[in-house]
């Protein structure tokens, strides 16, 4: 069969996602009493070699009084240890906040309709370049853009590291329910057409 010239012969589409890690996802366990906290932790996936973000969801069920969050770094074996955190986010009491190893403060943010109850969502995206180190990242809190007053996005990039993160904690207390964590890098799809 003869092909007219400039007839596109064939188009081929990749998903670099296809390639991209299975996400790590990790349920916390409900407190046991109201004033307490329970907390559990998953290692994070090692990124693809094609990844250009790093998502972090958290969704928990909220109430006027809750907090879930939460927190990322280079913990190594064994438990957590607060020294080695290098950045905490979460919801506490109808506010989102972020802390980091270098902030020095912590930076929040007032939830939309911070008294309601229900599913709250809140999504971290990390555009990485090809080293792997970051070049943008945003906030969402339930598909809505979240702004942490006083935070500047370069002092926010310039710390951090997270290639070198390898664990995920995530923190229910105050009768937080449902709370889990998700943690995925996502490859850049690519187009390839063929003539």
């Excluded at 012969?9 to 329970?38: Q, R, T, W």
């Excluded at 907090?67 to 109808?94: H, Q």
């Excluded at 006083?150 to 995530?170: A, C, N, Y």
């Amino acid at each position: 069969m003869k092909l007219k010239h400039g007839l596109l012969c064939g188009l081929l589409a990749m998903s670099g996602a296809a390639f991209a890690n299975v996400p790590a996802h990790i349920d916390a366990p409900v407190p046991l009493y109201v004033d307490s906290e329970a907390s559990a932790v998953v290692v994070m996936p090692i990124p693809d070699p094609t990844a250009r973000t790093l998502q972090i969801t958290l969704v928990f069920g909220a109430t006027p009084t809750n907090n879930a969050e939460i927190a990322l770094g280079t913990f190594g074996e064994g438990s957590p240890d607060p020294d080695a955190t290098a950045l905490t986010v979460g919801f506490d009491c109808g506010e989102w906040f972020i802390v980091g190893d270098r902030l020095c403060q912590t930076f929040s943010a007032t939830a939309a309709n911070p008294t309601a109850v229900g599913t709250r969502t809140l999504t971290i995206r990390v555009r990485l370049d090809p080293s792997g180190a970051p070049v943008g990242v945003a906030f969402m809190a339930d598909g809505v853009p979240v702004t942490f007053e006083g935070l500047e996005p370069e002092t926010l990039l310039s710390w951090l590291v997270p290639r070198d993160w390898d664990t995920l904690q995530v923190t229910s207390r105050g009768g937080a329910q449902n709370v889990s964590a998700e943690v995925k890098y996502i490859a850049d799809g690519t187009t390839l057409i063929v003539r």
